[in-house]
């Protein structure tokens, strides 16, 4: 895992520092896609509906006052979008695929940025191996040394647990336009495995940490089950 997960992470991070530095000014209206479900053919049994995950997907008005999510439109503009997040995440795990991404951005010109996105669903042998992953508290830190461009690399002492297990560590990002810091939290709950991850400017504070963020999502999966 440890291999795929910082090959990941450094995709990502790439892609949203460099979003969070040349960001529109003016918001877009993101297009959400209706997928109707087939109706179950005659003489078949229907097999039963899982939780409906669109429930548990972050929002703006889930986050203070000020953010406001980035269309579609507006990442691909940037060279980043879901489509490419799916990717990054192909073969880390046998059978979750990302879902429910969004990212955001502070309209006060913090260039602050969020980002959220579940993976699942999670198999039955994958939950405990990657509980035991994140509750060992410096090994996520220890994953992310070895992303190019980060600095300061700690597991997030003041983070709390989130979801069935949990992990965060914050870093600096060096190589970039606008000197950043940021944070991360992994967590899962049931089959679904989520990231937060939000970047800021050096010297400011961030409206939330990643685990605050985390447990906005997380709450939303503690209510499908």
Known sequence: MKNKFGITIAILITAVVFLSCNLPINAATSKQAVVETPAPAVGMQAVPAGPDYAAARLTAADLPEGFRELSAEELEALGFSSTQFTHAFAGMLSEALPENFAAFTNTNGSF??????????????????????????????????????????????????????????????????????????????????????????????????????AEIVDRKLAGLE
């Open 112 to 213: 602050e940025v969020i980002v959220s996105v579940l993976m699942l669903p999670l198999t039955v042998l994958e939950r405990p191996v990657i509980d035991l992953y994140l509750r060992d508290p410096q090994r996520l830190a220890n994953d992310f040394s070895a992303v190019g461009g980060l600095a300061d690399l700690a597991y997030d002492e003041t983070s709390q647990p989130v979801g069935e297990a949990s992990s965060s560590v914050t870093f600096g990002v060096q190589d970039s336009p606008l000197k950043m810091n940021g944070g991360v939290t992994v967590a899962r709950r049931g089959e679904a495995l989520q990231i937060a991850l939000l970047f800021y400017p050096d010297g400011t504070q961030p409206a939330l940490a990643s685990y605050a963020v």
